[in-house]
């Protein structure tokens, strides 16, 4: 059964500190890696695609990273405006979705 | 503007009503998908469909009911059935594109049993 984990569940960032968000997963065939960002009381805003172990991806201060069993959000220098949940979810061989809990993340000024 | 539009934003339903929920997308995208989202969990996968009048369960059908008769739309009724449906609603919606799939979503829909 595929099964994606995130952690930490929740982060608090000063402003300027940069740090990383973690999605392990369990998947029958990996046909793609998701990050999205959600604010509160409003849909995931599509973030990356990653396909392959090695590949990145970037997008302002925001990095995604990609192994074989894990994959990794950096955040660069954040901003309060960075402040979100965000999630990770894979998709497998039978074209479904599965996505993990989100980590909530705090940015303070 | 392409996207995907949820309606309404909030909807209340009184114990043993039916109330549906309206998807729409102009994206041309095939697949449609109906996820549910409670505090702390991960989005929940409700119903699916690839092709229109085509739709498939997902992992917590029980209580829902969808149909697919135009590609654009994808309404999903929550029955009286549903034991606790109180529940952030949420459509996406995806296509295979030059580097592969990627789902989008619509902006969802916050729904309270009185």
């Known amino acids: 059964e595929d099964q994606v984990t995130q952690s930490p569940e929740a982060l608090r960032l000063q402003e300027g500190e940069s740090s990383s968000l973690n999605c392990s997963y369990t998947?029958?065939?990996?046909?793609?890696l998701f990050w999205y960002r959600q604010d509160p009381g409003k849909g995931p805003e599509f973030l990356f695609t990653?396909?392959?172990a090695g590949e990145e991806k970037e997008k302002e201060r925001l990095k995604a990273t990609l192994t074989k069993k894990e994959s990794f959000l950096h955040i660069t220098a954040p901003k309060p405006e960075d402040s979100a949940t965000y999630l990770c979810a894979v998709r497998d061989y039978g074209q479904n979705f599965v996505f993990g809990p989100g980590t909530r993340l705090s940015v303070l000024p | 503007d392409g996207g995907i539009t949820q309606s309404p934003k909030y909807l209340f339903r009184k114990e043993g009503q039916n109330v549906t929920l309206s998807c729409e997308q102009n994206?041309?995208?095939?697949?449609m998908y109906w996820y549910r989202q409670d505090p702390g969990q991960g989005l929940r996968l409700i119903y699916y469909?690839?092709?229109?009048?085509?739709?498939q369960k997902g992992d917590i059908a029980e209580g829902y009911s969808v149909s697919r008769e135009k590609k654009e739309s994808f309404p999903l009724t929550v029955t009286s059935a549903q034991k606790n449906p109180t529940a952030f609603y949420l459509c996406?919606?995806?296509?295979?594109?030059?580097?592969?799939?990627?789902?989008?979503f619509g902006p969802g829909t916050r729904l309270t049993v009185l």
């Open positions: 996406a919606s995806s296509t295979k594109g030059t580097s592969g799939y990627t789902q989008y």
């Open positions: 994206l041309n995208h095939d697949a």
């Open positions: 990653l396909y392959s």
């Open positions: 998947v029958s065939g990996l046909r793609g």
């Open positions: 469909s690839q092709i229109v009048n085509d739709f």
